[in-house]
């Protein structure tokens, strides 16, 4: 659910779209404290940002951040430059991405990073905090926080024959806090 554009909220309360309480998944009568960091990720507003109000919780949705362990993208074997890749995107989606058959390059889904998609917000930031094992031509940012208020996009790209692949973590977080990681596995063999 989201809370209301407008009107009277509060932290408890037993109307769907007015409480925070039942917002963050909670009995209307919890105790919550508006610093806390639940709080804080559901109106989007790290404590280096200040004080929370009431106001900050408009139309915010709360939402629990889950990534499949793994996820892979094999483009198989091709005859020609040969991609994979994989987005994590803005409106929570997780598209991975490969070279076909024919040789156009194109993205499907596999899942959200975010449940539900709605409570993605630019607060909530990516990385590959190592750098990954790979062959080929490896693209995207290593071991630097990225807002999640765009698309990210990682992958690799082999232009001659043998096997090209990428092997590396992601993990998301909201200010300090990590909240998920998940494996990636990229496969771009030319033959």
């Known amino acids: 659910m989201t809370l209301a554009a407008s009107g009277e909220l509060s932290i408890g309360g037993s109307t769907s779209n007015r409480s925070i309480n039942l917002e963050l998944q909670r ?18 507003k790290p404590s280096s940002l200040g004080v929370i109000s009431i106001s900050d919780f408009y139309s915010k949705t709360y939402g629990v951040v889950a990534m499949d362990a793994s996820y892979t993208a094999d483009s198989g074997l091709q005859n020609f430059v040969n991609s994979a890749a994989i987005m994590f995107k803005s409106n929570g989606d997780i598209d991975v991405g490969i070279t ?10 596999v899942g959200t990073w975010i449940s539900p ?75």
């Open 100 to 109: 076909d058959p024919f040789g156009s390059f194109s993205y499907s889904n």
């Open 27 to 44: 009995a209307a009568s919890a105790t919550t404290n508006l610093d806390e960091f639940e709080c804080r990720r559901l109106c989007n």
């Open 117 to 191: 998609a709605a409570a993605a917000h630019n607060g909530y930031e990516i990385r590959v905090p190592t750098t990954p094992s790979y062959n080929g031509t490896f693209s995207g940012a290593i071991n630097t926080w990225e807002s999640l208020g765009s698309n990210r996009t990682w992958s690799i790209t082999l232009n001659s024959s043998g096997s090209g692949f990428a092997d590396f973590s992601i993990e998301i977080r909201f200010a300090t806090t990590v909240l998920d990681s998940t494996a990636v596995y990229l496969i771009a063999d030319v033959g």
